[in-house]
T-cell receptor, first 119, second 109 residues
Framework: GAVVSQHPSWVICKSGTSVKIECRSL??????MFWYRQFPKQSLMLMATSNEGSKATYEQGVEKDKFLINHASLTLSTLTVTSAHPEDSSFYIC???????????????FGDGTRLSIL | RKEVEQDPGPFNVPEGATVAFNCTYSNSASQSFFWYRQDCRKEPKLLMSVYSSGNEDGRFTAQLNRASQYISLLIRDSKLSDSATYLCVGADSSYKLIFGSGTRLLVRP
């Protein structure tokens, strides 16, 4: 099955630090990857859609200068939380969809998630 | 109103019971639907896709009613390992997923 790897799985750092999270599709090409955030006891909320070779599309209310997304290849997208503060502490999860020509509605496969704690 | 709504539960059932979860969606443009399972502090894992014709995978049966904008998941012969949060998810044509807040299931011995 499709495998999506996310790294690191857990980060604890001081306020003001920038944190980079990587999301890799290991056995398929993903032209589109998605970044979600989940606060305790809440559902996943889409932050942005990451498109290979172009700018990410951010959801309303998500600061693009705060959450920098780079999708440099068909297997790698990165999310950088710049100058992180305690309120940015959350569970960040990426996903990727195996996109094949002529196929639609492919389910998304999720990375393991990154638990970010800002002190 | 949320785009995808679910009863948060928890549903507390004994082993072997049959349990059903319901979900409604408000965006008629949603094209495909899924049920994901999420264990505590873990990433969601795809349980099954949902089709209008209904689909079954072992003890799990999913159904989609587009006219009523309603999705269901039936779990038969519940196992202890079924305890988790079940997420109802809709997707539009751009593959963007909209998650429900999840229904928590607790299966007791």
């Amino acid at each position: 099955g499709a495998v999506v790897s996310q790294h690191p799985s857990w980060v604890i750092c001081k306020s003001g630090t920038s944190v980079k999270i990587e999301c890799r599709s290991l056995d398929f090409q993903a032209t589109t990857m998605f970044w979600y955030r989940q606060f305790p006891k809440q559902s996943l909320m889409l932050m942005a859609t990451s498109n290979e070779g172009s700018k990410a599309t951010y959801e309303q209310g998500v600061e693009k200068d705060k959450f920098l997304i780079n999708h440099a290849s068909l297997t790698l997208s990165t999310l950088t939380v710049t100058s992180a503060h305690p309120e940015d502490s959350s569970f960040y999860i990426c996903s990727a969809s195996r996109v094949r020509e002529g196929e639609r509605n492919q389910p998304q496969h999720f990375g393991d998630g990154t638990r970010l704690s800002i002190l | 109103r949320k785009e995808v709504e679910q009863d948060p539960g928890p549903f507390n059932v004994p082993e072997g019971a049959t349990v059903a979860f319901n979900c409604t969606y408000s965006n008629s443009a949603s094209q495909s639907f899924f049920w994901y399972r999420q264990d505590c502090r873990k990433e969601p894992k795809l349980l099954m896709s949902v089709y209008s014709s209904g689909n079954e995978d072992g003890r799990f049966t999913a159904q989609l009613n587009r006219a009523s904008q309603y999705i269901s998941l039936l779990i038969r012969d519940s196992k202890l390992s079924d305890s988790a949060t079940y997420l109802c998810v809709g997707a539009d044509s751009s593959y963007k997923l909209i998650f429900g807040s999840g229904t928590r299931l607790l299966v007791r011995p």
